[in-house]
């Protein structure tokens, strides 16, 4: 070998980790009544802390799916092909019940089980975790039938993936997505066109082109049209009961900035046979709760991937030199890579904490419910707005290197706008958020009863409180102020969170920054005083030897 070719200075691949032993992350589990999670959890954080993982989503992501459209006769098949490694990690996924543990082992810290695991195995690799957000999503909005309830839950709940163009009550295990847009509407569904006919049956006849279809691959799929009584939810199978193929027809898949590994389609449907989900009319009050839960998915994963960024940039700080030194020891760098972990922690203990709610409220617990309605909205909003900078900061600290695809920065930073973008991009879900203070009046006392239960602890978010009060109290062009109004609800969230059950070295640089406005525009401008080594002691990752 030549000595030019001498290879110093170069940081190893991160492998041999556990991707759950994350403070923030483990913190949250216990005090939200999923302790019992614990050993599954590290087990699957460890999987994920593998070469082979890795290398499964390197290649998941280097071979997107591939859309057949016809046979080499002429058939219509409408088929995508996935790469096995795709199938390997959906297996993992399933095999794990982050598709839908929760609703098939239903108990106490069941929402909050899953969530730690989809947090885990999001890490690894994001895109097949959008069919699985959706199947988990799926079994609310679908008990508005109990008929379509007792058919197709027992499959959507099984933890096993079954991969393949079969009726669907004929597989040992089902996937469901969604079919909601329409090119003329977009977030706006009450705009969609496609049609509903009934058909006599007891079904539907559908018919119309849906601009994205998740997972188009799925089993089943959930979506709107006009029906005579109005827009109503209908859910669809790829193969009817006696194994034909329904009416579904793939016309392209969506060439995408991210999520290269999962497939999104434009769809028709041309007499497409439909069931009924809820009643004619009430098809946005159906599927309400599917959207909540693809929410606080959204808000995981991007929580997923601020803890991926910066347990990598840390790892790479750890091993490189740079300047005389080791590149974590220097005071700027540790700025950086302190003022990252705390947003990835701050957004880690939200999301636990929305997670938690959810159990609360299948306990019945009708505060909870109230709270989370706002601060899922909330917190959708900032935390995943917040998931694209961070991304891109994570990737500066490799230099040039994390410009590169074999550093698997790359791959993060193109996911990260897709959170804030899927189910309501930031001005939606701003105003969803008052759309939620306008219609329900617990909403707001609920919300704020959380931000005051750190009532005194810390001056600044005191003051941080009051100025939400405030921005509350006054109406005057508030649809204009939305995303100003839910940024300082948001903030003062994680900052009550924070001071209650975070690290008080994450707490006090959150505050100061965060809340205070001792911050510059960039990461990496926290004031003097903020225990950095506190912080990064708990975010370089331990390698095992």
């Keep these: 070998m030549s000595p030019t070719h001498e290879v110093t200075n170069q940081v190893p691949p991160l492998f041999g980790h556990d991707v759950a032993e994350d403070p923030a992350l483990l913190d949250g589990v216990r005090r939200e009544g999923a302790e019992w999670v614990a050993e599954e959890l590290h087990s699957l954080g460890r999987l994920a802390g593998t070469e082979r993982s890795a290398e499964l989503a390197r290649q998941a992501e280097a071979c997107p799916p591939v859309l057949r459209t016809h046979d080499r006769y002429g058939h219509r098949v409408d088929e995508v092909e996935f790469h096995p490694a795709w199938h390997e990690l959906m297996d993992t996924a399933v095999s794990h019940g982050l598709h839908a543990a929760p609703w098939r082992e239903p108990r106490p810290g069941a929402h909050v089980a899953r969530a730690a695991k989809f947090y885990v195995w999001s890490q690894v690799e994001p895109g097949h975790g959008c ?33 393949g163009l079969r009726a669907p009550e004929g597989k040992r295990g089902l996937i469901a997505g969604m079919s909601m ?13 496609t049609t509903a006919r009934p058909a006599g049956d007891g079904t539907y006849l559908l018919t119309g082109h849906k601009w994205f279809t998740s997972a188009p691959m799925s089993d089943l799929f959930l979506t709107l049209a006009q029906a005579p009584g109005g827009l109503s939810c ?15 027809f793939l016309q392209r898949l969506k060439d995408k900035l991210g999520n290269r590994s999962n497939a999104s389609a434009e769809l028709e449907y041309s007499d497409a046979v439909g ?5 004619e009319g009430r098809g946005v009050r159906t599927i309400i709760e599917m959207v909540n ?8 994963g991007t929580a997923a991937g601020m803890r991926l960024g910066v347990r990598q940039a840390s790892h790479h700080a750890v091993h490189r030199s740079a300047f005389g030194g080791s590149l974590v020891d220097k005071p700027l760098m540790r700025n950086v890579l302190a003022d990252l972990a705390v947003e990835s922690e701050a957004a880690t203990t939200v999301a636990l904490r929305l997670a938690g709610a959810t159990d609360r409220i299948a306990g019945g617990d009708d505060r909870e419910a109230a709270f989370r309605r706002l601060g899922l909205a909330v917190t959708k909003y900032w935390v995943c707005k917040r ?3 961070h991304a891109a900061e994570a990737l500066e ?3 040039g290197n994390g410009y590169v695809e074999e550093s698997g920065m790359p791959r993060l930073y193109r996911e990260a706008p897709l959170m804030s973008i899927w189910e309501g991009s930031g001005n939606v879900a701003a105003l969803d958020a008052l759309r939620a203070m306008a219609k329900d009046p617990a909403a707001v006392p609920a919300f704020l009863a959380e931000l005051d239960a750190a009532a005194g602890a810390d001056r600044r978010l005191d003051a941080a409180v009051a100025g939400v009060r405030a921005e509350l109290a ?21 900052g009550s969170l924070l001071v209650r059950h975070g690290h008080p070295a994450v707490a006090d640089a959150f505050c100061a920054s965060r809340l205070a406005g001792d911050w510059g525009a960039a990461f990496g401008t926290l004031p003097r005083g903020v225990d950095t080594a506190a912080i990064l002691e708990r975010t370089v990752p331990k390698v095992e030897v």
């Design 131 to 163: 069919p699985i957000s959706m199947t988990y999503a799926a079994v609310p909005a679908l008990r508005a039938s109990s008929e379509l309830t007792e058919r197709f839950e027992p499959l959507l709940g099984a933890r096993e993936y079954d991969f």
């Design 181 to 193: 847009t329409e090119k003329q509407g977009g977030s706006d569904v009450r705009a969609n066109t």
């Design 234 to 248: 209908f859910l669809l199978p790829r193969v009817l009961p006696d194994g034909t193929r329904n009416s579904l």
């Design 275 to 279: 069931w009924l989900v809820g009643e």
């Design 293 to 300: 839960m693809t929410r606080l998915d959204c808000v995981l």
């Design 387 to 389: 998931g694209p900078a």
């Design 397 to 399: 600290c490799f230099g």
């Design 474 to 494: 006054d109406l005057t062009e508030i649809e204009g102020r939305a995303r100003r109004v839910v940024e300082r609800m948001a903030l003062a969230l994680q």
